[in-house]
């Protein structure tokens, strides 16, 4: 059936350096995506989101880019800190749904 | 203030027990999820409400019992526990589903543990 997944589900880096999670979807029908945050004991947070007519969105140190020719999302932070150590989920909705589909997640412990 | 709150945060509990999981956001919101995250940190939809009307109900098992008293609370009532109801049980909110803003708001969770 239809999924979403991530290509790895672990990543590390340095402190400051910039973090780029990679996420596939197999749906061509879905029209909007979102990245969550989830810190450990916590919620998942929206991070930021896209809808299918644009390939890029920009937010406070976050970036999403949307390829819809592979089915491909990223989540690009820059200038990575501790806080931003959490277990990453893209999630896409199907134009013809309500509900989200939730990737497995990506695990970043960022390094001092 | 708590946009979305979940009660309790811990639940321990027998196999065969019933019990509830409560939640409400305070945001407006028209529309409310359950979902469950399991071990693996798999997130799943289970149900949603939209203006206390039943819109999504994923395959679950009918031991689970949505149950909506008004647009601000959604609880979750489970029959005759199993082992493998075992998870972290989400609850959420948006906006109206059909807001090209489909961003959601998620409550801290409640760790269901059934021994």
């Known amino acids: 059936g239809e999924s979403v997944g991530l290509h790895l589900p672990t990543l590390s880096v340095q402190e400051g350096d910039n973090s780029i999670i990679n996420c596939a979807y197999s749906n061509s029908a879905s029209d909007y995506f979102i990245w969550y945050k989830q810190e450990s004991g916590k919620g998942p947070q929206f991070i930021i989101d896209?809808?299918?007519?644009?390939d890029k969105r920009q937010g406070q140190r976050v970036t999403v880019l949307l390829n819809k020719t592979v089915k491909h999302l990223s989540l690009q932070i820059a200038a990575t800190q501790p806080g931003d150590s959490a277990v990453y989920f893209c999630a896409e909705r199907p134009s013809s749904g309500y509900a989200l589909n939730f990737g497995k997640g990506t695990s970043l412990l960022v390094t001092p | 203030d708590t946009a979305v709150s979940q009660t309790p945060k811990y639940l321990v509990t027998q196999m065969g027990n019933d019990k509830s999981i409560k939640c409400e956001q305070n945001l407006g919101h028209d529309t409310m999820y359950w979902y469950k995250q399991d071990s693996k940190k798999f997130l799943k939809i289970m149900f949603s409400y939209n203006n206390k009307e039943l819109i999504i109900n994923e395959t679950v098992p009918n031991r689970f019992s949505p149950k909506s008293p008004d647009k601000a609370h959604l609880n979750l009532h489970i029959n005759s526990l199993e082992l493998g109801d075992s998870a972290v049980y989400f609850c959420?909110?948006?906006?109206?589903?059909?807001?090209?803003?489909?961003?959601?708001?998620f409550g801290p969770g409640t760790r269901l543990t059934v021994t």
């Open positions: 896209i809808r299918s007519n644009m």
């Open positions: 959420a909110s948006s906006r109206q589903i059909a807001s090209p803003t489909y961003e959601q708001y």
